[in-house]
């Protein structure tokens, strides 16, 4: 099983970035999968999830409205598209389906 994040950098405040997590080795389709960020120094948070199937999504409060999950299930592929970001979502997102990929950076700094 492997989860692999990218798409994090540095932006400043008010701007998008669209996180891309391939995975390999179960059944994607078959799976409800999530994202979550951990905040240096804080513990793990988690941020969203999309259900298998029929894709029914949920999200933090503190990110509705702003981050839309989403899923390709043909390349095995979760995404997050994270628009007018915020200092406080600084932190290293990762995915979450089977196991944990290892994560990308997200800053948000001017």
């Known amino acids: 099983v492997h989860l692999v994040e990218s798409g994090g950098g540095m932006v400043q405040p008010g701007g998008s970035l669209n996180l891309t997590c391939a995975t390999s080795?179960?059944?994607?389709?078959?799976?409800?999968m999530s994202w979550a960020r951990q905040a240096p120094g804080k513990g793990p948070v988690w941020i969203s999830t999309?259900?298998?199937?029929?894709?029914?999504?949920t999200y933090l409060p503190a990110v509705a409205g702003r981050f839309t999950i989403s899923r390709d299930n043909a390349k095995n592929t979760l995404y997050l598209q994270m628009n007018n970001l915020k200092p406080e979502d600084t932190a290293l997102y990762f995915c979450?389906?089977?196991?944990r990929g290892q994560g990308t950076q997200v800053t948000v700094s001017s």
């Open positions: 999309i259900s298998a199937g029929s894709g029914i999504t």
């Open positions: 979450e389906g089977p196991k």
């Open positions: 080795g179960f059944n994607f389709s078959r799976h409800d």
